[in-house]
Each structure stands twice: as structure tokens, then as C-alpha cells.
């Protein structure tokens, strides 16, 4: 088993207190227009260290890029900022959701795109020697269109064939149902997806559907406005015991392409820096903490 970062296969005991769903950089213009000549990688990179280097001396090892193909995910970029902060990050293959999708997705096959995000998971992405750590994906809310149902089972097909891990973005419990349906159609362990942005979907019985079929449930939307919400969801899953599925992250960054140096930054800090004390204040055990940022994000993003 092993997690495997933008620099290399470390063991799963290395990655130590993990921020599971961040970006560091996003371009939001579609597929048919995003280009790494939109902005300059130097300039991010000098953006975007600090905040990494902030995170770094509040005990964080972890991080997890969830930028996907065609809005801004840029390996090198990753790779640089991996070793100047000494913090190991995650990329990706797989594919988001319109109007972020190339056209050539229409045209393959299932088949065809697993094998392709296998490649970038196995070999590289594009011509580095930057590999993949798991796959991101997106399904649209409510019943799952056409579209969005290949790319489910092209990155099923991936992971069985890979043995990475799936993040999907999910803000509805209703698509949530029907992803995990086509995962059981795939024949793929449910242990192997992360059902990202839960914290958005209101009807909790979703919630508990999703840990009851042997999915994670993350909670990426940590920050003050949104603090008694996840506390209380915090709570929901533990009390139906199911801890050992949990994820938190923040969903923060990121350096805005087209904005002047970014734009508006929302920094990492705030899930270490004051969620934590607040969750100890509530009640949760520090064995808890321990258990969501460290443990489980070691044994969530394992490829097999």
C-alpha cells in the first residue's frame, strides 16, 4: 500500500495530518480556452508558498490538490511547491463536469478514458513524470446525465484497474445514490470513493446512506461561517459510529486565473488553527482529531 504524491510513492504513515480537498490553482474560462499561457507559474508559485508554509509550521503534512483537468491542474506547479514547502500533495487524473469537459470525451468510450487516467496514474501526466495519486471526477446535481454516468464508470474502471481512489463531487444526495449505484454496477468497493462536499446536501439521512454503503463522506467546507454545521455533522457521524469514514477539508485557495495576482486568497489555516481547538472545546477527543485528519485521509487515499 502506498500514497502517491507529486514527488513519489511514500508510505501511507507519511502523510501524516492531511488537508484532503484544496486548490491551489483554478481557471474557470472551459475547456476549449484554459491554457498554462493564461498565467505565470512563477508568479503562482510565489502567490501560493506562503500559505502552504504557513500550514506546514501548524503541523500539516498532507495536501491534497483537487484541481482537476481542464480548470488549472498543473503538476510541475505542484511539484515545485511540494518541495519548497516540504509538504507532500496529491494530484489527479479524471475528468469535471460542463463546460469544463474537451470535447473528446464525448467521443471515447468508457474504456477509453480509464485507460487514459490509468496512464497518468501508472506512468505520468502529459510529459512529466508527475504521477497521479487518485481520481477526481463530478456528477451534476439530482439524477446523473449521460455524460457524467461514462465518466462514473470510466473512473470505476480506473480505480479496479489502478487501485486508486475516486473523489467525486457531489453536492446532492440524490446523485450521490445514483454514484454509488453505478460504483455496485462496476463492481468496485464503495471504500474506494470519496463522496466530496456532503456538508452541502441538508437531508442527513443521505449522509448516513452513503457511510451505511461503505463510502466516505467528506466534509470539505470547514471555515467560521460554516462551523456549527459541520459540528453538528461531526456529530451525526459519530454517534452512528461511523468516525472511521469521516474526512474534513476546507475547499480554500486558490490562485483565481485571469484576477490580478489571484485575487482573493482564502488561506488553509483555518481547520488546524481554530477548528481543531473548537472541536476539543465541544468535545470531540483529541483520539477523534487524530483519527479524522490523520488516520483516515492515510487510509482513504492508499492505492492498493
Known amino acids: 500500500m502506498k500514497i ?8 501511507p504513515d507519511e502523510l501524516g495530518l492531511t488537508l484532503v480537498h484544496e486548490h ?3 481557471d474557470f474560462i472551459g475547456a476549449d480556452r484554459t491554457s498554462r499561457d493564461r498565467y505565470d507559474p512563477l508568479e503562482v508559485f510565489n502567490v501560493m508558498l506562503p ?6 509550521q501548524l503541523g500539516v503534512s498532507g495536501f491534497v490538490d483537487c ?8 503538476p510541475q506547479l505542484l511539484a515545485s511547491l511540494s518541495k519548497a514547502s516540504g509538504i507532500h500533495i496529491l494530484t489527479n487524473t479524471g475528468l469535471y463536469k460542463e463546460p469544463f469537459l474537451p470535447k473528446y470525451v464525448f467521443e471515447y468510450s468508457a474504456d477509453q478514458l480509464a485507460g487514459m487516467w490509468a496512464s497518468e496514474i501508472e506512468q505520468g501526466i502529459e510529459e512529466t513524470r508527475v504521477k497521479a495519486g487518485f481520481v477526481k471526477i463530478a456528477v451534476n446535481p439530482g439524477r446523473i446525465i449521460p455524460i457524467q454516468q461514462k465518466i462514473v464508470r470510466a473512473a470505476s474502471r480506473c480505480s479496479l484497474s489502478t487501485g486508486a481512489t475516486i473523489v467525486c463531487h457531489t453536492a446532492s444526495g440524490i446523485a450521490a445514490v445514483e454514484l ?8 468496485l468497493d464503495p471504500a474506494k470513493v470519496i463522496v466530496a462536499h456532503c456538508d452541502s446536501e441538508e437531508d442527513w439521512n443521505y449522509h448516513l446512506e452513503i457511510l451505511r454503503r461503505g463510502a466516505w463522506v467528506e466534509y470539505d467546507g470547514v471555515s467560521e461561517a460554516a462551523s456549527t454545521k459541520v459540528l453538528n455533522l461531526i456529530r451525526l457521524v459519530v454517534e ?7 474526512l474534513l477539508s476546507q475547499d480554500a485557495g ?3 486565473v485571469g484576477e490580478n495576482r489571484g485575487g482573493v486568497i482564502r488561506p488553509y489555516s483555518y481547520l488546524v488553527k481554530h477548528f481543531i481547538p473548537l472541536m476539543l472545546r465541544e468535545g470531540f477527543s483529541r483520539s477523534l482529531v487524530e483519527e479524522v485528519l490523520v488516520k483516515n485521509p492515510a487510509q482513504a487515499f492508499q492505492i492498493s
Open 67 to 74: 484541481t482537476p483537468a481542464f480548470i488549472g491542474r498543473d
Open 51 to 56: 500559505y502552504l508554509r504557513e500550514v506546514k
Open 24 to 26: 491551489i490553482l483554478c
Open 240 to 246: 452512528n459510529g461511523f468516525s472511521s469514514r469521516l
Open 180 to 187: 454509488l449505484n453505478i460504483i455496485d454496477e462496476e463492481g
Open 4 to 11: 502517491r504524491t507529486v514527488l513519489g510513492d511514500i508510505q
Open 254 to 256: 486558490w490562485y483565481n
